[in-house]
C-alpha cells in the first residue's frame, strides 16, 4: 500500500502522489491508499496512477480501497487512473461521501460492493473505464448517485453502460 490506516480514525491524507502501490493477489486485495475498519477520515487532492493499464486477471488492486466497516469517510478531488477499480466501497462500508473525483481508464471507475449503504457519489467523472463507471453489488442499499459525469465507459460484454445496480449475490 501506499497509504494504509488500519483502525485509524479522524485522519487526513491529503495532496499526495501514488504510483505503483499497493499491488496484491491474496485477501480481498490491497489498495494505493487502503482504509479498513477506519472512520471519518479525509481522502483529499490525491493523485494515483499507474505505470501500465490495469491487469484484468489480477482483480485485486484498487486506487482508493475502504473495507470493512469504514464508515463516514469523505473522498474529494482525486485522480484515480489506471487502477483495477478508481474507487472501491467495501463490504459494510457505509455514510460515504464521494465527491469530485475523476476515475480515469480503470477497468471499472467505482464500485460499492457487499452491504454498503447511505453513501452519497456526486459530482464524479467516471471516463474511458473499460467496465461500468460505477458497479453496486451484493445488497447495497439507499445510495445516492447524482450528478456524475459518465464519458466513453465501455461496460461488461463491449456494450456501453454507466452503471449496474444489483441487489442480489
Not at 482483480?59 to 489506471?82: P, S
Amino acid at each position: 500500500h501506499g497509504v494504509f490506516f488500519n483502525y485509524a480514525n479522524d485522519g487526513n491524507i491529503q495532496k499526495n502522489t501514488l504510483n505503483n502501490n499497493g499491488y496484491s493477489s491474496v485477501g480481498w486485495g490491497s489498495g494505493q491508499i487502503y482504509l479498513r475498519q477506519s472512520d471519518y477520515n479525509n481522502i483529499d487532492g490525491n493523485v494515483i496512477d499507474s505505470s501500465v493499464d490495469p491487469d484484468p486477471s489480477i482483480t485485486v488492486n484498487k486506487g482508493i480501497f475502504l473495507e470493512d466497516h469504514c464508515d463516514y469517510n469523505i473522498i474529494t478531488n482525486n485522480i484515480v487512473q489506471r487502477q483495477i477499480y478508481g474507487v472501491n466501497l467495501h463490504y459494510y462500508s457505509s455514510h460515504n461521501t464521494v465527491m469530485n473525483n475523476t476515475m480515469d481508464r480503470c477497468l471499472a471507475g467505482m464500485e460499492i460492493y457487499a452491504n454498503g449503504e447511505y453513501n452519497e457519489v456526486r459530482e464524479n467523472i467516471l471516463s474511458n473505464n473499460n467496465g461500468v463507471g460505477i458497479n453496486l453489488r451484493r445488497y447495497c442499499r439507499y445510495n445516492t448517485i447524482v450528478n456524475n459525469q459518465f464519458i466513453d465507459n465501455v461496460g461488461y460484454l463491449g456494450k456501453q453502460a454507466l452503471a449496474t445496480i444489483s441487489s442480489s449475490p
